[in-house]
């Protein structure tokens, strides 16, 4: 079993920055992949970027060259660091972990992030 503890959310001007940690307990070394969905109101929740225990990263092209995942193993800690964040990135956003022993993915609690003046 994984457990994921979110934090870093909260309320930013437009070009702003802000960072989310994500740290998993448990069963951690079976994880393969983590990654940050994000979900607004009346959308649908999408992949914002995530990371493979290889190093290999991914991010959807709205926020491609503003945002980086990176992680540190010593801290099981999965970072997403968010700059010139825009109004458009107001969304709660959600830490999820892939592990090899279940299909099912594990999913933090959910931060709000607002962008807002």
């Known amino acids: 079993q994984v457990q994921l503890v979110e934090s870093g959310g909260g309320l930013v001007q437009p070009g702003g920055s802000l960072r989310l940690s994500c740290a998993a307990s448990?069963?951690?070394?079976?994880?393969?992949?983590m990654g940050w969905y994000r979900q607004a109101p009346g959308k649908q929740r999408e992949l914002v970027a995530a990371?493979?225990?290889?190093?290999?990263?991914n991010y959807a092209d709205s926020v491609k060259g503003r945002f980086t995942i990176s992680r540190d193993n010593a801290k099981n800690t999965v970072y997403l660091q968010m700059n010139s964040l825009k109004p458009e990135d107001t969304a709660v956003y959600y830490c999820?972990?892939?592990?090899?022993?279940?299909?099912?993915?594990?999913w933090g609690q959910g931060t709000q992030v607002t962008v807002s003046s």
């Open positions: 448990g069963s951690i070394f079976s994880i393969y992949a």
């Open positions: 999820n972990a892939a592990v090899a022993t279940t299909p099912d993915d594990y």
């Open positions: 990371i493979t225990s290889g190093g290999s990263t």
